[in-house]
């Protein structure tokens, strides 16, 4: 993860102080994602399971895929499938995938990038890893987060961001402990580069060995974190948590973690994600690649995609 961890401290600038009685988010929940396999066959971790939808609101779900290490010849991704209803957010911290839609939206996501896809009214999409993924063997890790839309945004245009790791919003904690990227939403005055449907933040902050890092966080927005590497402590009460498990957070108007001095040799900092967005509070009807708000529009659905009605697999694909 060397590409995405290397930056000049000197240079970033550092969040302020959290004010000493700004009050400080509890944890509520912690728990361990499990396994499984996603497409063709790559395993993920699935990151909300067990979670409660009203505590994920505005998200649906979100897998952590790998970390993996492809021999030759082995790596995977997924075939081509529909969406429609809410927006897929995949971002790498190791390897390459391709990305074609049948609204024109493609291209190659690397270390640190972004690929943002609304599917909205309906689209169809592939994953697959790069050729010299493939021809060579790799080292695959990151997370896809399923954003869902509010319904009167669920029938708006499918679209397609880009965002490379070079334009993220790269921050330091205020002792420089800690490196935080503002993929999106605000932070402290910092905005990040996606542009969203749903009010959220999406931030990756890496956290080095005995240091704490403190985000200001929207007292109207939920809270959560996960884990992507390494262990620590989390929220006011410092409850231990470590890869592949996920924290609720309760009120309050700001979110910390602390990495342990003692890290695995794989993991050498704390690598967690914090995130949240301003609830929906709408119904919600989910089944496979749809998530809207009825049986109805989710059986609509099924059918527009066997009619063809959410898009045509392009005559050039990846």
């Not at 970033?12 to 912690?30: D, G, H, I, K, S």
């Not at 790498?92 to 024109?104: I, N, P, V």
């Not at 990151?142 to 319904?151: D, E, I």
């Amino acid at each position: 993860m060397a590409s995405i961890t290397t930056y000049d401290l000197a240079t970033l600038t550092r969040l302020r102080p959290q004010l000493t009685n700004a009050r400080e988010r509890p944890v509520l929940t912690v728990t361990t994602a499990p396994s499984g396999l996603e497409g063709e066959g790559f395993p993920v971790r699935r990151a909300f399971a067990g979670i409660d939808l009203r505590h994920l609101d505005p998200f649906i779900m979100m897998d952590q895929i790998g970390e993996v290490e492809w021999a030759v010849g082995e790596a995977k991704g997924t075939p081509w499938h529909p969406h429609r209803g809410f927006e897929t957010v995949t971002y790498l911290l190791e390897g390459a995938f391709r990305h074609q839609d049948s609204h024109g939206g493609g291209g190659v996501i690397g270390e640190g990038d972004t690929q943002w896809m609304t599917a909205g009214a309906g689209v169809l999409h592939i994953e697959a890893p790069t050729d010299v993924l493939v021809q060579k063997g790799g080292v695959v890790h990151g997370l896809q987060l399923w954003v869902n839309l509010p319904s009167e945004k669920k029938w708006t245009e499918p679209r397609y961001q880009d965002i490379g790791g070079a334009h993220l919003t790269v921050i330091a904690s205020a002792d420089g402990g800690a490196i935080v990227r503002v993929i999106a939403g605000d932070l402290d005055g910092h905005g990040g580069p996606g542009i969203t449907h749903t009010p959220i933040s999406l931030v990756h902050a890496t956290v080095q060995p005995g240091c704490r890092v403190d985000l200001p966080w929207p007292v109207e927005y939920n809270a959560l974190a996960y884990v992507l590497a390494g262990r620590g402590t989390i929220g006011s009460e410092r409850r231990p948590i470590q890869m592949g498990q996920a924290a609720v957070f309760g009120a309050g108007q700001s979110v910390s973690a602390t990495a342990d001095v003692v890290q695995e040799g794989r993991a050498p900092s704390l690598e967690i994600m914090f995130l949240g967005g301003a609830p929906i509070r709408e119904p919600i009807a989910w089944a496979g690649p749809f998530v809207m708000n009825s049986e109805d529009e989710v059986r609509e659905a099924f059918r527009d995609y066997r009619s063809g009605k959410l898009g045509q697999i392009p005559v050039s694909t990846v």
